[in-house]
C-alpha cells in the first residue's frame, strides 16, 4: 500500500464516545498521462467514488459509483493502493465523531461514456467529469484550500492529499 493517514482527530477512544463509521471506495483512473476526476461547480476536484452500501463489495461500488459519477465502465478493477481515515466531530450528532474511511483503488475503464446517474447534491454541484493532468489538479485544489472560503466541499483536503501521495509515484 502506497499510503494510509489519518486526517483530522488522530485517536479515539471508541469506548467513551460514539463513532459514526462510514466506508466509501474511490477510483484513480489514468489515461495518456491524466486521471479522470469530477469537477465541480465550486472549482475542486474529486476522485470518482462514494459510499458502499449494505450488501456491495469494493469492487461492486466501485462500478457503480465511476458509472454514475463519471459514465465511463470500469472494466478492471486493481490493486488498492491507499487508505484515508478522515475522523470529525459529527456535524448532525455534536457529542459524538464521524468517521470516513476512503479505499483508493486504481481501475481501468472502457474507452466509450453511458449518461451519468447523479445523486441530487452531485447535480447541484454541476458534477462534471474530466481527464485532467494530475500538476494542473494539485494546483487547482491548492487554489481552493487557499482560499478558505467557509462552503469548500469537505473532500477537498483529502483528494489534495491523495493526489499528492499519488504524484509521488508517478512521476
Request: charged share 30%; hydrophobic share 35%.
Amino acid at each position: 500500500m502506497v499510503f494510509n493517514f489519518i486526517l483530522g482527530i488522530q485517536e479515539v477512544n471508541k469506548e467513551k464516545v460514539k463513532v459514526n463509521c462510514r466506508e466509501a471506495v474511490r477510483g484513480i483512473i489514468i489515461r495518456n498521462g491524466e486521471l479522470l476526476m469530477v469537477n465541480s461547480n465550486k472549482g475542486d476536484y474529486k476522485f470518482p467514488g462514494g459510499g458502499v452500501k449494505s450488501g456491495e463489495n469494493h469492487s461492486e461500488t466501485l462500478i457503480r459509483e465511476v458509472r454514475e459519477e463519471t459514465g465511463y465502465i470500469i472494466s478492471k478493477v486493481k490493486e488498492r493502493i491507499g487508505i484515508i481515515i478522515e475522523r470529525n466531530i459529527d456535524e448532525f450528532e455534536k457529542d459524538s465523531i464521524f468517521e470516513m474511511v476512503s479505499h483508493y483503488y486504481v481501475c481501468e475503464v472502457l474507452e466509450s461514456q453511458v449518461e451519468l446517474e447523479l445523486d441530487d447534491y452531485e447535480t447541484e454541484l454541476d458534477f462534471c467529469p474530466q481527464w485532467i493532468n494530475i500538476d494542473t489538479v494539485i494546483n487547482k485544489n491548492e487554489r481552493i484550500l487557499k482560499i478558505a472560503r467557509p462552503d469548500i466541499n469537505h473532500w477537498v483536503h483529502r483528494e489534495t492529499a491523495v493526489l499528492h501521495e499519488l504524484k509521488a509515484i508517478i512521476t
